[in-house]
């Protein structure tokens, strides 16, 4: 049983990023009662690692982002709600779900959700090039259809289509601080789910939401580097990072660095960003990152399972 947390003492900082397999899975419905089912799978994995790690724990939220938008669409007699408050929606959403799955598996331990903002820039190119998927996945023939009666950019995910939106670069945590509060008192915080809310902030100093959904794991790695965490755990569907993925000389990476990684091409819209984030991590902090299966997540941090990203000279 973990001791309470004011008599636990200084442990290594783990940010675990969860990537969206932790409520639903590829292809399956969107119901509560299945995304329930996941978190609580998930939350298993991340109590272990809590008996020896202070945790901070950030989610995706495309699939549920992009249902709440369809929903708010279905209503006609309001304008549909800008992304911003639809990821402060599906932030509040999965928060207490994995909040409550955490408090069912310890007990003896503090869980807190913050609804966080994320500063990105105005300017940022990304407005003017949508990449990011959101929502379930449709047939070419209904995608093409939806872009025309809802104006939607639509892009290839795979075998389907899903709509994309814009992904901005991550360059501030407004509630930085109030985590870091929360961290050091020993809660376990889920906090900038979905890559946070993103703001934009005035020449005034005042924040304005605005039509985008920032990747979650480059939000996470932001996270991970601004709390001076030792590790940077990306959890996704998949087992490790693969050498020539897809092709007949694919094989797993067991451990690399931001040089060699970089030579490498990535999917952008799956394990591309995930890798970039362990780069950047690895690069500012000199600390670790890795990538691997939810189930894994302690072989992982062990180091017997996944891609472990460490600094040029530990290789």
Aim: proline share 6%.
């Amino acid at each position: 049983m973990t001791a309470p947390a004011e008599t636990q003492g200084d442990r290594p900082r783990l940010v675990v990023a969860l990537g969206g397999n932790a409520l639903l899975r590829r292809g399956e419905p969107m119901t509560a009662e299945i995304q329930r089912g996941h978190a609580g799978e998930a939350m298993a994995a991340v109590a272990e690692l809590a008996s020896t790690h202070d945790i901070v724990l950030t989610h995706g939220n495309g699939p549920q982002v992009g249902l709440l938008a369809l929903q708010a669409s279905a209503y006609p007699d309001v304008p549909p709600y800008p992304l911003d408050v639809l990821g402060a929606e599906s932030e509040g959403m999965i928060g207490y779900v994995l909040e409550q799955e955490l408090r069912n598996r310890l007990p003896e331990r503090a869980a807190v959700t913050v609804l966080t903002q994320v500063v990105v820039d105005a300017d940022d190119p990304a407005f003017d090039n949508p990449t990011k998927p959101i929502g379930p996945i449709y047939s070419e023939e209904h995608a093409a259809r939806l872009a025309e009666e809802r104006g939607w950019a639509i892009a290839q995910d795979g075998e389907h289509f899903r709509r994309v939106v814009a992904s901005p670069q991550p360059v501030r945590i407004v509630e930085l601080s109030a985590i870091r509060m929360l961290v050091d008192a020993g809660a376990i915080v889920v906090c900038t789910g979905g890559g946070g809310i993103p703001v934009t902030v005035s020449e005034t100093g005042t924040l304005h939401g605005v039509e985008a959904v920032i990747d979650k794991d480059l939000a996470g790695e932001l996270l991970a580097r601004s709390l001076e965490a030792d590790f940077l755990l990306m959890l996704t569907d998949v087992p490790a990072v693969m050498r020539d993925w897809g092709t007949a000389r694919e094989s797993a990476i067991s451990r690399s660095t931001p040089a060699e990684l970089r030579t490498m091409q990535f999917a952008n819209g799956s394990m591309g960003p995930k890798v970039e984030a362990a780069c950047r991590f690895v690069e500012a902090t000199g600390g670790r990152a890795a990538i691997g299966s939810l189930e894994d997540a302690s072989h992982i941090v062990e180091g017997k399972a996944g891609t472990l990203v460490l600094p040029d000279a530990a290789v």
